[in-house]
Nanobody, 122 residues
Framework: QVRLVESGGGLVQAGGSLRLSCAIS????????MSWYRQAPGQQRELVAA???????NYADSVKGRFTISRDNAKNMVYLQMNSLKPEDTAVYYC????????????????WGQGTQVTVSS
């Protein structure tokens, strides 16, 4: 069974930095995409950053130049370095992946982590 566990959230002042980590474990054959989403109270969940197996990245306009997504393929880890944080970055951040587990053939399956709270004070 595939499991995603996020860590690194917390409370930080505006202008500060945080680094989120997501550990992906289980019977994984290959990982296609690793992403970070966030959901603020009363808002829809939105894509923050994505990183494909070919190293293509995609960022929300609101975080470009401030956030960086990276991965460690050997450890099945994905990171989100968040700099110059703003109060509007406050949200629960979720790790998301598309991958093929062992025994999954060529199909892609999607998985979510449980989320980690990021709070940016003004």
């Amino acid at each position: 069974q595939v499991r995603l566990v996020e860590s690194g959230g917390g409370l930080v002042q505006a202008g500060g930095s945080l680094r989120l980590s997501c550990a992906i474990s289980g019977a994984i054959y290959s990982i296609n995409t690793m992403s970070w989403y966030r959901q603020a109270p009363g808002q829809q969940r939105e894509l923050v950053a994505a990183l494909t197996s070919s190293s293509t990245t995609n960022y929300a306009d609101s975080v470009k130049g401030r956030f960086t997504i990276s991965r460690d393929n050997a450890k099945n880890m994905v990171y989100l370095q968040m700099n110059s944080l703003k109060p509007e970055d406050t949200a629960v951040y979720y790790c998301y992946t598309k991958l093929t587990p062992y025994g999954g053939g060529s199909r892609l399956f999607t998985y979510w982590g449980q989320g980690t709270q990021v709070t940016v004070s003004s």
